[in-house]
């Protein structure tokens, strides 16, 4: 079966920096698009980045744009979150997704086929 692992998440001070990986079994890797989304507590699950399966198209939320660059191995199925200039802002969970489909909305969580379990991101001020 598809499985997506998370890992990198930890705590950090502001202004640090973390790269998350998320890595891939169970499907053709190359064929998916991959997303990164976070939730903090109490608020909804947030579109972060995505990039389609050969890296052509990399879309950013706002909040991302500058400060987190997200990108693919296939040859090790596995995406990554390189974040930089950390916020107390960017505190949540992270989960890496999987979209089997091209869809416009890319930012919606709907779009998306399989999720990972989640890594806790956390900066202190």
């Known amino acids: 079966q598809v499985q997506l692992v998370e890992s990198g998440g930890r705590l950090v001070q502001a202004g640090g920096s973390l790269r998350l990986s998320c890595a891939a079994s169970?499907?053709?890797?190359?064929?998916?698009?991959m997303g990164w989304f976070r939730q903090a507590p109490g608020k909804t699950r947030d579109f972060v980045a995505a990039i389609r399966g050969n890296s052509e198209n990399i879309y950013y939320a706002d909040s991302a744009k500058g400060r987190f660059t997200i990108s693919r191995d296939n040859a090790k199925n596995t995406v990554y979150l390189q974040m930089n200039s950390l916020e107390p802002e960017d505190t949540a969970v992270y989960y890496c997704a999987a979209a089997r489909y091209y869809s416009r909305s890319y930012h919606l969580t709907d779009v998306y086929d399989y999720w990972g379990q989640g890594t806790q991101v956390t900066v202190s001020s």
């Open positions: 169970g499907l053709i890797f190359s064929t998916y698009r």
